[in-house]
Nanobody
Framework: QVQLVESGGGSVQPGGSLRLSCAVSGTSINIYFMGWYRQAPGKQRSLVAALTSAGTTNYADSVKGRFTISRDSAKNTLSLQMNNLKPEDTAVYSC??????????????WGQGTQVTVSS
């Protein structure tokens, strides 16, 4: 079993910063892709930032220049640094890993989600 646990969400004023973390634990996994998604009330879940095993990053247009995705392989942690937050960034943020655990097929793994609220 692979477990993903997010932390770092909370409430912040517009222009503020938050750093989300996602700890990956459990069965050893060969990771192909890691990403952060978000879902605001009444909207579909959408990809915010992605990081491939080759180190390529990709960001939604709405967060380019403000958000940075990174990975600490030694700690098996994925992070999302969010700067200059805007009210429209308010959502539940979820960590996603696509990879192959030992003796298993490739699969998607999700964290439980963490709330980010940007409001004055």
């Amino acid at each position: 079993q692979v477990q993903l646990v997010e932390s770092g969400g909370g409430s912040v004023q517009p222009g503020g910063s938050l750093r989300l973390s996602c700890a990956v634990s459990g069965t050893s996994i060969n990771i192909y892709f890691m990403g952060w998604y978000r879902q605001a009330p009444g909207k579909q879940r959408s990809l915010v930032a992605a990081l491939t095993s080759a180190g390529t990053t990709n960001y939604a247009d709405s967060v380019k220049g403000r958000f940075t995705i990174s990975r600490d392989s030694a700690k098996n942690t994925l992070s999302l640094q969010m700067n200059n937050l805007k009210p429209e960034d308010t959502a539940v943020y979820s960590c996603n890993v696509y990879g192959r655990a030992i003796a298993g097929p490739p699969d998607n793994y999700w964290g439980q989600g963490t709330q980010v609220t940007v409001s004055s």
